[in-house]
């Protein structure tokens, strides 16, 4: 189980082209005992946490989760910058091969670099995916 999160705002990209209705971005996805995966989309200029913390530090952008629940820069932050798993019980031996991924930090399961659509590692507890996901 996971959950998703997303910025809301009035976007330069958007208010240019639309007339500046509010839009919603994913920012990506908390899932137990993985890597936060950081969406990456570079057509917006989102490329690593730093891109995302300008986007969500901007006036008027909130932060929200997918069941619509405010959520703030110092919460989003420590999802995403201070994950750990307390794991109980041992990976299947195929889990890693299966999911394309390896151990990663503070007890987390961490993407692989030839993972689809993982284009890099953050400096702590979060991947970088690019693509579609939710």
Sequence with gaps: MGTNYYVEGVF????????A??????????????CFMLHVIPERN?????????LWSEANNEIM????????????TSVIRNRSWNRTTA??????RDNYSEDGP??????RLDAPGCVGHGEGTWDLIEGEFS
């Design 12 to 19: 330069p990209s958007c208010a240019a082209q639309y007339g």
């Design 21 to 34: 209705p509010t839009e919603r971005i994913h920012i990506g996805k908390a899932s137990g005992g993985w």
């Design 46 to 54: 989102l490329n690593s946490l730093e891109d995302w913390e300008k």
């Design 65 to 76: 989760d997918e069941y619509g629940d405010k959520v703030s820069i110092e919460e989003i």
């Design 91 to 96: 990976l299947n031996p195929n889990f890693h």
């Design 106 to 111: 503070n007890g987390l399961v961490k993407f």
